[in-house]
Nanobody, 120 residues
Framework: QVQLVESGGGLVQAGGSLRLSCAAS????????MGWYRQAPGKQRELVAL???????NYLDSVKGRFTISRDNAKNTVSLQMNSLKPEDTAVYYC??????????????WGKGTLVTVSS
């Protein structure tokens, strides 16, 4: 069984910074893609950023240049450094892992979410 623990959300003023972290535990052999999604009230969940096992990254256009995703493969963690935050970044942020291999078993996993609130 794989468990995800997210941390780092909170309340910040516009222009401020937050760092989200997600740690995966369990008998994990490898993780292909690690990412962050967000869901604002009344809106669909959207991909914010992802990073592959090879280090390739992809970002939502509106966060490019402000957010940076990184991972530590040895510790099975993924982080999202968020700078120059805007009120429209307010959302619940979810950690997502795709193609997690535990032995020969493959699965995708979601964290429970952490709330980021950016005040104007």
């Amino acid at each position: 069984q794989v468990q995800l623990v997210e941390s780092g959300g909170g309340l910040v003023q516009a222009g401020g910074s937050l760092r989200l972290s997600c740690a995966a535990s369990g008998s994990i052999f490898s993780i292909n893609t690690m990412g962050w999604y967000r869901q604002a009230p009344g809106k669909q969940r959207e991909l914010v950023a992802l990073i592959t096992s090879g280090g390739s990254t992809n970002y939502l256009d509106s966060v490019k240049g402000r957010f940076t995703i990184s991972r530590d493969n040895a510790k099975n963690t993924v982080s999202l450094q968020m700078n120059s935050l805007k009120p429209e970044d307010t959302a619940v942020y979810y950690c997502n892992l795709k193609n997690v291999f535990v032995g020969s078993l493959r699965g995708d996993y979601w964290g429970k979410g952490t709330l980021v609130t950016v005040s104007s």
